[in-house]
């Protein structure tokens, strides 16, 4: 059980023993939880950043820090083609956090609270060693949550706005190249994530199955797979990928396109949907469901492409 994938297999089973009243929609392996309580659905998720595993301070401000936070939670909640509607926030504080960093980081949290529509209604503080943020989101269905295990054979594969552009972002920060043409911008896309909600509205009316890109395109494609029974072909040559995105690459020794499809952090929608111009007007396709199982990755002539790097993984 090293790996963060077989530790989530051994909690859902574990947690099914205790059974389900009947108010669990949707439990543990999605991007959130569904509970219905005889009202309505509500979609609830929890993400955690701890500094010096998610972020660095010396590469992203407190602000930043706060606002990342809440985006990166929030991003679940649209990933279920839900809207978010509040928040509770536990964080733990080093004793030497001065009250300024303090302040600035809940002014970046409040930034994406407002933005996002996820208020913040409560949390808790707690002193730790080293920086981290809790963030729960509980949100509402637009029309019906959309999962990951509805994909159907046949479908095409969108995903919003472009691709390795936060990982690339955050090479540029670590390899300290902000003197580079597009440096400075490849940096804010990875210290600020897309702000998604009119495409999870979008998205709400027309996908099959849906999740945000949040360990790689092609791991976080790979999880819609496994759950819906079904393989993918992934296109290459069809991924979307910002200005400046491939001359920034060569700059820093990196493959651009295998970046596109492993780095993780881009919070971009991914979905199944049958092929339409509704879809390809606030989208790119960039594949398609099959029969079988797992990822394909083809170029332009159909021939496979095989990556050393499957995506972001915790504890491997
Ligand atoms: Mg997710």
Redesign the pocket.
């Known amino acids: 059980m090293r790996d963060e994938f077989a530790k989530i297999d051994w909690l859902k089973t574990r947690f099914e023993l205790d059974g389900n009243d009947g108010e669990v929609v949707i439990g543990i392996g999605d991007?959130a939880a569904v509970m219905d309580f005889g009202n309505r659905p509500t979609v609830i998720t929890v993400d955690t950043q701890v500094e010096n595993v998610h972020f660095r301070l010396d590469l992203i401000s407190h602000r930043d820090v706060g606002y990342r936070a809440m985006v990166a939670a929030v991003?679940?909640i649209w990933?279920m083609a839900a809207m978010p509607s509040a928040s509770v926030v536990a964080l733990n504080l080093p004793a030497n956090l001065s009250d300024e960093a303090f302040q600035e980081l809940i002014e970046g949290l409040a930034d994406a609270a407002r933005g996002t529509g996820a208020r913040v209604i409560g949390g808790n503080l707690s002193r730790g060693d080293a920086l981290s943020i809790t963030t729960t989101v509980f949100g509402l269905p637009i029309a019906q949550p959309i999962g990951r295990d509805s994909a159907r054979v046949g479908d095409a594969v969108y995903v919003t706005g472009t691709l390795g552009a936060a990982a690339l972002g955050l090479a540029v920060l670590e390899a300290g190249r902000l003197d580079l043409e597009h440096g400075p911008r490849f940096a804010e896309r990875w210290r600020k994530p897309p702000m998604n909600g009119q495409a999870a509205r979008s998205l709400a009316k027309l996908a099959t199955a849906a999740?945000?890109v949040?360990d790689g395109c092609l791991q976080?494609l790979g999880h819609v797979c496994a759950a819906s029974h079904v393989g993918a072909t992934l296109f290459a040559h069809a991924l979307p990928l910002d200005p400046g995105y491939e001359a920034t690459c060569q700059s820093l020794d990196v493959d651009p396109r295998e970046l596109a499809l492993t780095g993780g952090e881009d919070y971009e929608l991914l979905f199944t949907a049958a092929q339409s111009t509704e879809a390809a007007s606030f989208a790119t396709l960039i594949g398609e469901i099959t029969e079988g199982s797992g990822v394909r990755v083809v170029d332009e002539r159909g021939e496979s492409i095989e990556f050393a790097r499957g995506g972001f993984r915790h504890f491997s």
Do not use: I, K, L
């Open positions: 991007d991003s679940d990933a999740v945000d949040s976080d």
